[in-house]
């Protein structure tokens, strides 16, 4: 068993085709973890006019009935939709943040800042996912990218890798 324990977990909720599957994995790390979860809406005004108009109108009901269904405390947040830093996003409030990597599909979407600000700026761990994921086997296999860097010696002994 895993030496980590998280208490609280963010999720980027946005209208693009991998929120389903980001917040299904989320959902089960809060399970395993007896963790709360915190969605964050991170769409932009955009989101709103496009042909994912409903999509993303619909993100707050979908996130609150995966909660329920799920029998996990969860709480909804927008982000701002004017964010012009990472602390709009809710990540330092986090044990550990999820996310999925920008692509063509989910720029005219999200908020910019996602995942890549997150990452570099808010101290907590990020996991993010490839934006063709699918279900699967979390932690099994693990990567880390060192530089020899104080930050990343840090980084190392604070995973308990």
């Not at 809060?30 to 915190?38: G, H």
């Not at 044990?95 to 890549?116: C, H, K």
Request: proline letters at 4%; one cysteine or more; aromatic letters at 8%.
């Amino acid at each position: 068993e895993a030496l980590m324990s998280y208490k609280d977990i963010v999720v980027f909720l946005d209208a693009g085709r991998a929120t389903t599957t980001r917040l299904g994995l989320a959902v089960s790390l809060c399970q395993r973890f007896d963790a709360r979860l915190m969605g964050v809406d991170v769409s932009i005004p955009e989101a709103f006019d496009a042909e994912f108009a409903d999509t993303a109108a619909d993100i707050e009901s979908m996130f609150e009935a995966k909660i329920k269904e799920s029998s996990i405390k969860g709480e909804y947040l927008v982000a701002g939709k004017q964010t012009a830093t990472w602390k709009d996003f809710y990540a330092h409030y986090a044990d550990l943040v999820v996310a999925t990597e920008r692509d063509a599909g989910s720029d005219q979407l999200v908020a910019r800042g996602i995942p890549d600000d997150i990452l570099m700026s808010a101290g907590v761990p990020v996991l993010i996912l490839p934006p063709i994921w699918g279900p699967g086997v979390i932690g099994e296999s693990v990567v880390i990218a060192w530089n020899s860097s104080r930050e990343s010696t840090r980084a190392l002994h604070g995973s308990r890798c």
